[in-house]
Structure formats: C-alpha cells, structure tokens
C-alpha cells in the first residue's frame, strides 16, 4: 500500500518560520554577542544546529506510526518526571536567570520542562482514550489526571518557572474540555486557579514586582518595568515597513537579550507591520492545518494528541505576543520557533513531526 503523503502546507509553514527565526535571532544579537563572545554568530550558530538536528527529526518522526507513542506514553511520561527531578538537585541541574531549570552540557543547554510538555500531552490524550467513558465523573475521570498535572506543576515551580508550568497547566484543561469533560467543572476550577496564581504571587515579590510593573511600568523604569518600556519602544517606531533588517535601536544593549522573550519586538522594529502580518500569518497557517488534522483524523488518540500539540503552541504563542506588547505581566514565555532557545526548538519542530504523521492517517 502507498504511503500517505503529510501536510505539506504545515511542513513548509515550519520550515519558513524556523529559517526566519534563524534570521532574526542572528539580527537579534549579533551585537550581545560580539560583545560578550566576540563571536556575532554564536547565538545563531547554536540555534542553527538545533534547528538541522531538528528538522532532521521532525522528518524522521512524521514517518513513525503516531500510535508507539500510545504504547510506551508512561515510559516516556515517567522519564520526563525523572528529569525535572534530577535537573533541581544541585551539582546536576544548573541555574540561569534565577531558575534550576537547565542541563548544562558545555555551552548548550537542555530544559527536561520542554521535553515534559509533549511527554504530558502524549499521556493525557492515552488516559483519556482509556477512560472515556469516566470523564463525564469528576472524581473518576478528571481528578487522577488533574492532580498528576498539578504535581509536574509543582516540580516546575520549585525551578521556579511559572510561565511553563501555567502553559502546561492550560494545556492540560483544553485536551480535557474537548475530551467531554463538564463545561460547570472548567468554571469551578478557574475560580480555584485564580486563588491559587494569588497565593503565588503573594509569596515571591518578584512576581508582584511584576504585576506592578505590568500595571505602571514607568514607576520604576529602570528596574521592574525596564523591558516593558524597552519592548513598546521598539514595536512603536516600526510604522509600515519598519527601519529595515538590521537597523534595530533597541537590540544596542537597550532591550535585554533580545533574542529570547522579546524577539518579536526586534521583528516589528525592523519589519513593522509587514513583519508582524509574516509572522501572523505563518502561525495561521500552522495552527489552522494542526487543528484540521485533529479534527479529521478518525483515531482518537490521535485527534487528542494533534490538538493537544497545536492548544499548546497557540496558546505559548498568545502568551507571549501578549507580553510583549505589555498585555499581561512579564512571564518569561519563549515565542515558538522564533525565540532563541535550543531545547524549545527541537522539541516544537519533533512535535510538529508528531502531528503531520497523524495527518498521514486522516482519509480528507
């Protein structure tokens, strides 16, 4: 029998945001760089070999039968449990930016919480195929993998990394909504949540800092709303067509390691808004053909875990885009396939080599 061929409109959606990301990362800090490594291209060289190893594996992976991951979804679980644990002893995980949240290996760097947002989602999407027919019980169906959930949350905050755990977190109550779960339980939850972000916030003044920071951030301009203001000086004078490649003001030590968090403000500075529509338009691209894959595929561990992998993205994505034009509170959320980060990288581009194997399957 012929192979199915996969969604080449998602493949070729990837490939162009990568190697746009790639772009302007090198853009983003060639100038940190040479400053700080005397090397303008080590960001984007480190960026870059993630980014081959992981479109080498985003093509390997679209040819794996997507159900193995069913049959091995507590192994792989297991393993990225074990991870976040060994990554908060010290001597083993190492910190940055305030955040036990890295295995450092030379001058690279893997984060076991990236690798714990698909290994979730893959057992999420298992547990509810398996039990189906519970999820409408609140105590049968949806506690035993809520409080699982919530305990991975746990191990992620103690790094501490609120913006990863509050994404996985979210992720995990959509694939639930669509899995038939009471819409009155996503209500109580909520309330529950909101006490919850509250008690967080209320016992690390950083993320008060931030909150405050958020609501006025020219109180302390130079301190808590600094990238803030940073951000909103760059995105305001892009206009149009923006200053061109290259021409960036805020890169030149004003905004802090734009390459990370705040890339898109680099991109609507020197792109304006025809950068900001390229980038729209590609994450449309995206997000739209994942979310078609999940709806058609006739397998429903497959329906979950496509749109499980894609909830995920847009929902990082928004979070982001909404930091970074000063919607919400700094949260250190990376922008997928944009942001420099290899480990983010590499485990995005093997998702979507998750998602285009189901869309090998789908019949339309």
Request: glycine fraction near 10%; proline fraction near 4%.
């Amino acid at each position: 029998m012929k192979e199915k061929k996969f969604n080449l409109l998602l493949f070729l959606s990837v490939l162009a945001i990568s190697i746009f990301g790639l772009i302007m990362i090198y853009s983003a800090s060639y100038i940190w760089a040479e400053y700080k490594f005397q090397d303008p291209f080590k960001f984007v060289k480190n960026q870059g070999l993630f980014f081959l190893i992981g479109v080498i594996l985003m093509i390997f992976i679209s040819k794996i039968d997507f159900h193995l991951y069913h049959k091995h979804a507590n192994k792989i679980l297991g393993l990225c449990i074990l991870l976040l644990i060994l990554v908060l002893i010290p001597g083993i995980g190492t910190v940055r930016n305030g955040s036990r949240s890295w295995f450092g290996i030379g001058s690279f760097g893997i984060q076991p919480s990236e690798f714990t947002k698909l290994g979730l989602i893959i057992f999420t999407s298992k547990y509810l195929c398996k039990n189906e027919k519970d999820m409408k019980s609140v105590k049968r169906g949806v506690l035993p993998i809520l409080g699982l959930t919530l305990s991975i949350f746990a191990l992620i905050m103690l790094q501490p990394d609120f913006g990863t755990g509050t994404i996985i977190v979210m992720t995990i109550i959509g694939i639930l909504f669509v899995g038939g779960v009471n819409f009155k339980f996503f209500f109580k939850i909520g309330i529950v949540g909101v006490v919850g972000i509250v008690c967080l916030i209320a016992i690390a003044p950083y993320r008060l800092a931030r909150i405050l920071s958020f609501l006025d951030p020219w109180k302390d301009p130079l301190g808590s709303g600094f990238q803030i203001i940073q951000s909103l000086y760059a995105i305001g004078p892009g206009g149009l067509f923006g200053l061109g490649f290259g021409n960036s003001i805020q890169k030149h030590f004003y905004l802090p390691e734009p390459q990370t968090d705040f890339i898109f403000s680099i991109i609507s500075e020197e792109f304006g808004f025809l950068g900001v529509l390229i980038v729209a338009s590609l994450f449309l691209c995206i997000i739209v053909s994942g979310f078609k894959i999940s709806h058609e595929s006739s397998d429903l561990f497959g329906k979950y875990l496509a749109f499980g992998i894609i909830f995920q993205l847009s929902f990082q994505a928004i979070l982001n885009l909404c930091v970074v034009v000063g919607l919400i509170p700094v949260t250190g959320v990376t922008l997928p396939f944009l942001s420099y980060g290899g480990s983010s990288l590499l485990i995005t581009l093997c998702s979507m080599g998750v998602v285009l194997n189901i869309s090998r399957g789908n019949r339309k």
